[in-house]
């Protein structure tokens, strides 16, 4: 299955806290430290990426409901997620090279 890198880093943060909630503020850090895009941008992207993974049965969203959209406040790794963040934790990281 191919993942973004900020959706890899997303099951990974949820590994973490595996069978517990986690909070969105908690995937704002893997922008840190660039400053080139902005706050709505980085959650508009995070939005959509935690959309993706809830579609391909790796996370539960819990949030709110209103008419138009849902908001994602909290987010919970499902089993078929927990097993592809622990096949992630084998991956070797990419250098940051230019």
Known sequence: MRLSSLQKFI???CLEKAGQKTLRKVFVEFYKGNVKIKKEAR???ITGSLE???DKELLIGYGRRTPHKWFI???KLTGRGQKESLK???EQKRLPLK
């Open 52 to 54: 993706s993974l809830i």
């Open 73 to 75: 406040e909290q987010v």
């Open 43 to 45: 959650q508009k992207i």
């Open 88 to 90: 992630l934790l084998g």
């Open 11 to 13: 099951l990974l943060k």
